[in-house]
């Protein structure tokens, strides 16, 4: 039997990885990818968007995560569609956590792989929305965009303190024209709480580029950035931005 990743019900339900109301946003020709550390899922047409990954149970399809999806949908798609100039932090805090569900539930395309995430985490976020600590949450504005796309890396290192290790996990995920990218670290159990882990991340201007919504940083945030991403080229520069340590290593 194969548990609800949120609950440890039956999984039951077969939760549809890219939300059909977003794929009248996709081109009919584009297509939708997964990727993770390299190794590559079968790309999908966006004109058959029948992806659905069974890692649910029906009460929490039905219950919270439709809840979550109906608050999502008027901001993602005031962010596609340019109606929306601004992000309200509550606005910031919805999409995070929607973000931060995807990622939990995209772990899934990649079943040879342990998960990241571990139980509890999942769990506190459909109990109470909370967010797991040492994770960020990052949109940008996708140019000549490729459809529908994510791509999940897995990076570890050494803290400069020698303190021990730090395993980081990256989702970018593409839904039209808007990116976003949860990254998430956990230190090994060594590590003393208080430490603060710092991501160096590859050149780029991505100040220019990202817009950060978890943590929140002000009352409201100005979209969209000043610069896009374009392509499938600029995708995989945002998807493959942070190096863990002085020592990056895939593992
Ligand atoms: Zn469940």
Redesign the pocket.
């Given at each position: 039997m194969r548990e609800?990743i949120?609950?440890h019900?039956q999984a039951s339900s077969r939760e549809d990885a890219w939300p059909l109301w977003l794929m009248r946003y996709l081109p009919s020709n584009g297509s939708i990818e997964a990727e993770r550390g390299g190794s590559s899922l079968s790309a999908w047409n966006s004109s058959t968007p029948n992806l659905k990954i069974r890692c649910?149970?029906k009460?929490?399809n039905n219950g919270w995560m439709s809840k979550l999806e109906n608050r999502v949908k008027p901001i993602v798609l005031g962010l596609i569609e340019g109606k929306l100039q601004s992000i309200t932090s509550d606005a910031q805090s919805v999409l995070s956590i929607w973000a931060v569900k995807n990622a939990m539930v995209y772990e899934n395309f990649y079943q040879e792989r342990p998960r990241f995430y571990i139980d509890g985490k999942r769990h506190q976020l459909?109990i109470a929305n909370v967010i797991p600590p040492r994770t960020s949450v990052w949109i940008a504005k996708c140019v000549n965009h490729p459809g529908a796309y994510t791509i999940a890396e897995d990076l570890r290192g050494p803290l400069s303190n020698g303190s021990g290790e730090c395993n980081t996990y990256a989702t970018t995920m593409v839904f039209a024209s808007l990116a976003l990218q949860v990254v998430s670290s956990r230190l090994s159990a060594v590590v003393p709480l208080e430490t603060n882990v710092t991501t160096v991340l590859n050149k780029g201007q991505w100040d220019d580029i990202v817009v950060r919504i978890w943590p929140t940083t002000t009352e409201q945030q100005n979209w969209p950035s000043t610069v896009g991403l374009n392509g499938l080229l600029g995708l995989d520069e945002f998807g493959e931005r942070f190096l863990v340590g002085n020592d990056n290593q895939d593992s």
């Open positions: 609800c949120f609950c019900e649910v149970c009460s929490c459909r």
